[in-house]
């Protein structure tokens, strides 16, 4: 009992839940992340942009599921039952997000993020917090949430 | 909630506020319609002073100083010093009114209160109480009010049995015992004093106050004696120990105000025969009944008395001994079922003890169980919270159900089988626990009605009109969430009424009616919705006019042929009302389209009916709950969607022979002898690139809020169920066409059709004709 109240350095560690889309490796706080499950046929929106693939049944709940690849702008086809959604918070709302597959948790400090790099597109950079390197040569860039529901609400009625 | 007690009890004192304020108004209503029972101005007396009480206890000042000037007229109606006029009344009203807004403004509610407002109904109150005299500083007179309730309240030690049992025999001079025996000249002469005469109704009992408690209130003003009258009570076995047979005759000595005398019975006054008289007078005239029930025994009074002084010491040293529970038995001979009924009530016993051992019969019969018949129905308070997650949790119940009645109904086994019995069964018990939860939230418009007595009297003011409000149905029972929203309409709606409908007292007379107009506020329940009727007997809608203004607006072309209801119904158009002018035309259209809007957000209809130079009267009908709705499944482009059943008028499979196209472009269907718009749904709503082939498809022609005809065009029906409704914008947003999502028997999420907004923004996207011959 003795070792584990050895307090962190104040935010020094996070826990990330990375994910694949494509080729690309991203990941959100695991804080965020309230379930993960598998895909399941939506029902889908009238009048909605292409990446809401519609709504789902969580437990009674109605769940709108968005498909982050196409919300990046990144190609992506239909989504079949190996596809994984991951539940999240935005805000109070809770979102599904559809992904290729979950691949890791990783535990890493704040020092570790490197400021997105200029190379990236516009629509990439308003989603991407940050980028950071992780062993094996891979970088995993990191999702800003609040940006992944449609904007504009309002207009929206 | 929070988790501060303070906190948490100042919530609960304005809950109470807002029924204190409830009942003071429709008390006051009472009295303006005339009502001269002492009860409801003694109501009224209490009501304030519970608030002024509260409100003290919180150091609420500016709401204390106010509730006091108004307690203080009160104190003067009640004792009967000032008359209960109809200015006074009315003066009471609008006191009422600042009352309600000095507890929202202390709650934070409300906006701070019209200083300006307040002080000259405090001037006006304080002229009615001292009949026109200068009145003094105010505050200084809330400064020397006690500002609890009652003494009785505070009284502590009372409560504490049985230790306050045996602290009995050191009161004060309470029952003064031995001026018991020289009563044969009973009510002499004394300087100074009260004799007060109090029986007791059942009902004081009833509500758990103790006569014991009042005697000592008043031994603490000054000396007493105290003569109890228990000639009334019948013999054992005709005893009925829930009611009440004592009076007692109290002779108060000393200089005890008449006011401090009953301030002591404040709250059991409505629920006693009360007499005070001067001392020095009393023995002479002006007995009340109780009074002469008393001297017409005087020799049996005396006797018992007497007896009573006899067995006081014994008596004392039986209660201090006997357990809180079984107060009695104080004489052997005493029955049992006797000791049992006062059980409820055991600290009344030893006040009331002097003189119950004398009178053989029956001890105590008077401390008695609530009367079963005056027992109000027991409510408790739940925050809402907690209801609503049973409602969520009840929902997800019956969507389960659903999903494994139609997993059982696959399975192909047969239906007389023990688990498609069993899910029956399943079935009518998650129906009858999703009616009862509902229940739990259905509320009496009672709440929304009770505010607009004010709202009515503010416009009347303003308009210069008289007005007389009409409510019925007051406990008609309707979802919680409705009732919130029900508020604002009916508000609006009124005041539209009060200000367009109702003629000027003048005007009115001239017409033969009488000078003041009558506006009713009813609500029904029909046909499984909730119909609120808001009728006028003004002048009703000036057709010409109201068909000038649209012309005019460009709402309609100049030469149309309207009937006289879409005439009427053209003041609910939105551009109708955004010229201020209308209001000093006859029009009544001032923001009914915003009314409409939010009727028709909660799933309401709204009509208006109206004959000229008789009146108006709109109707709104709207659903029950939020919760649930009952809807038409249907299938639209491999989507399964739902459609409010409300709004459907017939379904039909319609002849390719009865679709027209207007201008050769915008489809119609030929529906009797109307031309209706049809409307695609899985087109109009994106499931699908092309308009849907005619061939086996259904129309449902549906009407709009509006009531515009419509028919939409799906695959197929597939049938009538009730539907939990699930918001969307919880977790995404509105969606145009959309009213709301359900969970289907299958656990898919299906959505549920907004049938208005499909209509007007679905002719915007028919299918021209070549699409259509494209298809079909």
């Given amino acids: 009992m003795t070792h584990s109240v050895t307090p962190n350095v104040a935010g020094a560690d996070r826990e990330l839940i990375a994910f694949r889309i494509g080729e690309q490796e991203f990941c959100v706080d695991i804080m965020s992340v309230r379930e993960i499950r598998g895909w399941s046929p939506a029902t889908p929106l009238p009048r909605s942009p292409a990446y809401m693939k519609g709504v789902i049944n969580l437990r009674g709940a109605v769940l709108p599921i968005i498909d982050l690849g196409a919300r990046f702008g990144l190609k992506t086809g239909e989504p079949t039952e190996r596809h994984v959604i991951m539940v999240a918070h935005v805000g109070s709302r809770l979102v599904g997000l559809l992904v290729d597959a979950v691949s890791d948790i990783v535990q890493l400090s704040d020092a570790a993020i490197q400021p997105t790099p200029d190379v990236a597109s516009d629509q990439v950079k308003s989603f991407v917090k940050g980028i950071f390197a992780v062993e094996g040569g891979r970088m995993i860039s990191l999702i800003d949430l609040d940006h992944v529901l449609p904007e504009g609400e309002a207009e929206a009625a | ?776």
């Avoid at chain 2, 000054?222 to 829930?242: H, I, K």
């Avoid at chain 2, 709250?267 to 009340?288: G, K, Q, W």
């Avoid at chain 2, 609503?388 to 089988?417: C, P, Y």
């Fill in chain 2, 1 to 776: 909630m929070s988790d501060d007690p303070f906190e948490a009890i100042k919530a609960t004192f304005f809950q109470e506020c807002e029924e204190l304020l409830g009942d003071l108004e429709s008390n006051l209503l009472a009295l303006e319609s005339g009502s001269t029972d002492i009860e409801v101005i003694n109501a009224v007396f209490r009501a304030v002073h519970s608030v002024k009480g509260g409100a003290g206890a919180f150091g609420l000042e500016d709401l204390v100083r106010f509730a006091h000037v108004f307690e203080t007229l009160m104190d003067e109606l009640r004792s009967g010093r000032k008359a209960c006029d109809e200015p006074t009344v009315r003066t009471l009203l609008r006191a009422a009114d600042v009352l309600a807004d000095h507890v929202a403004a202390a709650r934070g509610a409300g906006a701070p209160v019209d200083p300006a407002r307040s002080a000259g109904l405090v001037a006006e109150l304080e002229t009615l109480t001292h009949g026109g005299a200068a009145p003094a500083a105010t505050t200084d007179l809330a400064e020397d009010d006690d500002f609890g309730f009652t003494p009785i309240a505070l009284d502590l030690a009372a409560f504490e049995a049985p230790a306050g049992l045996s602290d009995l025999p050191d009161l004060p001079p309470l029952p003064d015992l031995a001026a018991l025996a020289p009563l044969e000249a009973p009510m002499a002469a004394v300087e100074g004093g009260w004799k007060i005469v109090f029986r007791p109704h059942p009902r004081l009992y009833a509500s758990a106050n103790e006569t014991g408690l009042l005697l000592r209130e008043l031994a603490r003003l000054g000396p007493t004696r105290v003569e109890l009258d228990d000639s009334g009570l019948p013999t054992l076995d005709a005893l009925d120990p829930n009611d009440s047979h004592l009076i007692w005759t109290i002779e108060l000595d000393g200089d005890a105000s008449e006011a401090e005398v009953r301030d002591v019975f404040d709250f059991v006054e409505m629920d006693c025969d009360l007499s005070i008289t001067p001392l020095n007078a009393a023995a002479s005239t002006e007995a009340p009944a109780a009074v002469e029930d008393d001297e017409e025994a005087p020799a049996e009074a005396l006797a018992q008395a007497a007896a009573a002084d006899l067995d006081i010491a014994a008596l004392l040293a039986s209660v201090g001994a006997a357990p809180a529970a079984e107060p009695v038995a104080p004489e052997p001979a005493v029955p049992e079922p006797v000791v049992a009924a006062p059980a409820p009530a055991p600290v009344a016993v030893a006040p009331v003890a002097p003189a119950a051992p004398a009178a053989p019969p029956a001890p105590t019969p008077t401390p008695s169980a609530p009367a079963p018949a005056a027992a109000a129905p027991v409510t408790i308070r739940v925050d809402l919270e907690r209801v609503d997650r049973m409602i969520n949790a009840v929902g997800e119940l019956v969507i389960q159900q659903a999903m494994l009645a139609q997993r059982v109904t696959e399975s192909g086994l047969a239906r007389s089988s023990d688990i498609a019995l069993g899910l029956e069964d399943l079935e009518l018990l998650t129906r009858e626990i999703q009616d009862s939860v509902m229940a739990i939230r259905a509320q009496p418009v009672k709440s929304v009605f009770q505010r607009m007595p004010r709202l009515v009297r503010e416009c009347a003011e303003m308009t210069g009109k008289k007005v007389r409000l009409v409510t019925s149905g007051e406990d008609t029972e309707v979802d919680k969430t409705v009732i919130e929203r029900l508020s604002e309409p009916i508000t609006h709606m009124l005041r539209n009424a009060i200000d367009h409908g109702l003629e000027g007292p003048d005007e009115r007379l001239a017409a033969g009616k009488p000078a003041e107009g009558t506006v009713r506020l009813a609500a029904l329940h029909r046909s499984g919705r909730i119909v609120i009727e808001i009728a006028d007997d003004g002048k009703g809608i000036n057709r010409q006019r109201v068909k000038g203004i649209a012309v005019e607006r460009g709402l309609i072309a100049e030469d149309a042929a309207l009937s006289d209801e879409e005439i009427d119904n053209l003041i609910f158009m939105p551009g109708f009302s955004t010229a201020t002018e209308v209001s000093d035309l006859s029009g009544r259209g001032v923001g009914m389209d915003v009314v409409r809007r939010s009727i028709q957000s909660l799933g309401g209809r709204i009509s208006i009916s109206s004959v000229p130079g008789k009146g108006s009267t709109f109707t709104l009908s709207l659903p029950l709950t939020l919760a649930v709705l009952d809807g038409m499944v249907v299938g639209a482009a491999e989507q399964t969607l739902v459609a409010p059943l409300a709004a459907i008028v017939e379904s039909l499979t319609p002849d390719a022979a009865d679709i027209h196209h207007v201008g050769g472009v915008d489809p119609v269907l030929r529906f009797r002898e109307a031309f209706l718009p049809l409307v695609d749904v899985a087109w109009c709503m994106g499931f699908s690139d092309q308009p849907t082939a005619l061939k086996g498809g259904v129309v449902m022609i549906v009407e709009t809020e509006s009531g515009q005809r419509a028919a939409l065009l799906v695959d197929a029906i597939h049938g009538q169920r009730q539907v939990v409704i699930k918001s969307l914008e919880a977790n995404y947003r509105h969606v145009e066409g959309v009213a709301a999502a359900t969970i289907l028997g299958d656990g898919r999420v299906a959505l549920i059709l907004d049938i208005d907004a499909l209509v007007s923004t679905g002719r915007a996207r028919s299918p021209s004709r070549a699409e259509m011959q494209m298809a079909s």
